[in-house]
């Protein structure tokens, strides 16, 4: 069975302060409650070894937002998975739409990327999605194709079930205009049957895809109850710890209710 993931993307939020202000009543709200989702909170590198310190032993994961593809070296201002690993994190964020777009990230880079993370024992959250103008022009699966192919290329089926999938329609991100769980889960059943197709069908099966773009508590439930919507990467509504909390109960419901 595929696991159902909550992740929060704080993106360039929140300083050492403002992360034990979020992070510690957010342990306490969850501690002992045994859930089925898993939480992942991916703050800001300067946060992550606070985080980190907060969170052991709670259940809760740490992931980055990024990473570069090399081990170490003279590449000034970047952050290697080894010291993602040192800081314990389990997942990184990578090609996010944003990275895409300001960062001039491509689909080969991120595939680099994401090699990398898996040598070093990360799961990448793996960004895909189409603009909103690849949308009106009907090209949405043919844009989500190319990325899918692109940034998978070359894993072996056993690195690639540590690989999951956000489907973020570039639309939807910070904009408060979520896709309909009809469009969330028309894409990302047209990304698991691709999938199916480039690797195998249990590869398929047991891949997490999350949804992101404009995840709210009052509309995640409906978006993460459809069959193909495995979790959430979240953004402005994983800011504040009830909105977080929030997101995770629907998460844990719509879990349950696809486990019966
Ligand atoms: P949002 O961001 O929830 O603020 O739309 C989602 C994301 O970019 O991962």
């Given amino acids: 069975m595929r696991k159902m993931i909550i992740a929060g993307n704080w993106k360039m939020n929140k300083d050492i302060k403002e992360t034990f202000e979020f992070l510690l009543p957010l342990k306490n709200n969850l501690i002992g409650q045994n859930l089925s989702v898993e939480v992942v909170v991916c703050p800001p590198f300067t946060s992550l070894f606070v985080a980190f310190e907060i969170l052991k032993e709670t259940g809760i994961k740490l992931g980055a937002q990024n990473m570069f593809y090399e081990v170490e070296g003279a590449f000034t201002g970047e952050i290697s998975p080894k010291m993602l690993k040192s800081v ?25 990327k994401v090699k990398r993370a898996i040598e070093f024992d990360l799961k990448p959250i793996v960004c895909v999605g189409e603009t909103l103008e690849e949308r009106e022009r009907g090209d949405t699966f043919k844009v989500l194709e190319k990325q899918v192919r ?49 690797f195998n069908r249990d590869v398929a099966l047991n891949l997490t895809i999350q949804y992101g773009g404009s995840v709210t508590p009052e509309n995640a439930y409906s978006l993460l109850s459809q069959p193909d919507v495995d979790g959430a990467l979240v953004g402005g509504a994983s800011l504040k710890v009830d909105s977080f909390l929030k997101i995770i109960k629907a998460g844990e419901t719509a879990l349950i209710e696809k486990r019966n």
């Fill in 88 to 112: 314990k994190c389990e997942y990184v964020i990578l090609g996010h739409s944003e990275r895409r777009r300001y960062f001039g990230e491509t689909d080969e880079f991120v595939n680099r």
């Fill in 150 to 198: 692109g940034v998978l290329d070359g894993l072996t089926y056993d690195e690639m079930s540590k690989v999951v999938i956000a489907y973020e329609p570039v639309w939807a991100i910070g904009t408060g205009r979520n896709a309909t769980p009809e469009q969330a889960q028309e894409a990302q059943k047209f990304i698991r049957e691709l999938v199916a197709g480039l």
